[in-house]
């Protein structure tokens, strides 16, 4: 069933007998990506033959894997991991939603009215999945300022939601390795500089997001916030990684070592999750019995 498919990825797919699949596409999922267990624990509960699998596949691949699995109808679409949130944008831009088209990344493709007959599509969960661990923090305070570090797919979509809830209500700086493009910048009410000057102004911050990958698994001995920039934090400073594995990041650790609240990526994980599987497939569950299903 999976021939052409196992040609193309890094690993090897070896179920039979699906009426329909759908996938995680990253350079190695297969290797510990969350979604697969998540998703297959409501296809379970549905008894559906359908499972979601996951797809290791190269850069010089990509393109080559996405035509291969749009032209299997038994492919629902499914989740995209870092690195290529922005490069499964770039094949599917002529089929977004406006909404969509401005954060320029997605981590969720799908079937147009979820018919195995249409187009692909995409849409990006993880702003949305991101703001309902800070949410509460957002409604109720006002005039707090907050950091967002890195502005990769993941960077974007969060700085895309928190100006759409929160954009008049709050004050946001975005902080980044590599230099931004005025195109990427133009007219957004954000402050945008190097991460290397967060050590300047960190005090000033109430809430920090780090959404770049220093910390997960591939980079666990890394941090965007040194230990002697951390120091000078806000007593009441919220942290929150979003990387969900290692559950403890480095940059937790830091910062719960000097008494700041953190929060990691498991809930906004958990949540992105839930709303990626009901833009993907047909389900009579709502969105509390997948939440529940996928927390359990």
Not at 44 to 63: F, G, Y
Request: charged share 20%; net charge positive.
């Amino acid at each position: 069933m999976f021939k052409d498919l196992n040609k193309i990825i890094s690993n090897e797919i070896t179920e039979h007998d699906l009426e329909s699949f759908s996938v995680i596409i990253g350079e190695s999922p297969s290797k510990g990506a969350r979604s697969p267990s998540l998703w297959n624990k409501v296809y379970a509960a549905e008894n559906k033959k359908t499972k979601m699998l996951p797809l290791d596949v190269s850069q010089e691949n990509l393109e080559e894997l996405f035509l291969c699995l749009k032209a299997n109808p038994k492919c629902l679409g499914g989740a995209v991991a870092v690195p290529y949130k922005e490069s499964m944008f770039n094949l599917l831009k002529d089929n977004l939603p406006s909404e969509i088209l401005s954060i320029g990344a997605i981590n969720c493709f799908y079937r147009k009215n979820k018919n195995p007959s249409e187009m692909f599509s995409g849409t990006n969960t993880d702003g949305e999945g991101a703001l309902a661990s800070i949410h509460t923090f957002l409604s109720q305070e006002k005039n707090k300022n907050i950091a967002l570090l890195g502005y990769g797919g993941a960077g974007k979509a969060i700085l895309a939601f928190l100006l759409r809830d929160f954009g008049n209500k709050h004050n946001m700086s975005v902080f980044n390795r590599s230099s931004f493009s005025k195109k990427q910048i133009k007219n957004l009410p954000v402050k945008f500089e190097k991460l290397n000057e967060l050590q300047h102004s960190i005090s000033e911050f109430d809430l920090i997001i780090n959404s770049t990958s220093l910390g997960s698994n591939n980079f666990p001995n890394e941090t965007p916030i040194d230990h002697n920039v951390l120091i000078n934090a806000k007593k009441k400073a919220i942290i929150y990684d979003i990387i969900y594995d290692p559950p403890l990041t480095k940059l937790l650790k830091i910062a719960q070592e000097f008494g700041l609240e953190t929060i990691n990526g498991l809930n906004m994980n958990l949540v992105q999750a839930v709303l990626a599987f009901q833009y993907t497939n047909k389900t009579f569950f709502g969105q509390n019995k997948i939440f529940e299903l996928m927390n359990s």
